[in-house]
Nanobody, 122 residues
């Protein structure tokens, strides 16, 4: 069993910053990748940023490039999202994702956190 726990959401003004964190707990697993997704009111869930464990390759949505930074602490199975220069358009529920493998599994399994709210006001 793997559980993802997110924290760091809140209410900030335009131009402010927040740092989200997500820790994966459990035993006997490895994480291939971790990332962040978000769902804004009235919109479909979209990718924000991802980080591959082995290669270190990251990717970002065009809308957040230059403002958001994803980072990892592999020893703690934790992923962070530093969000700077926040805009009202960033208002959404943010979800942590991890691709997990265990011995005997043929394919990786995707796990999701419950989400944390980010609201950017003007």
């Amino acid at each position: 069993q793997v559980q993802l726990v997110e924290s760091g959401g809140g209410l900030v003004q335009t131009g402010g910053s927040l740092r989200l964190s997500c820790a994966a707990s459990g035993s006997g697993f490895s994480i291939n990748a971790m990332g962040w997704y978000r769902r804004a009111p009235g919109k479909r869930r979209e990718l924000v940023a991802t980080s591959d464990t082995s290669s270190g390759v990251t990717n970002y949505a065009d809308s957040v490039k230059g403002r958001f930074t994803i980072s990892r602490d592999n020893a703690k199975n934790t992923v962070y999202l530093q969000m700077n220069s926040l805009k009202p358009e960033d208002t959404a529920d943010y979800y942590c994702n991890a691709n997990v493998q265990k011995p005997g599994w043929i394919h990786w399994t995707s796990y999701w956190g419950q989400g944390t709210q980010v609201t950017v006001s003007s």
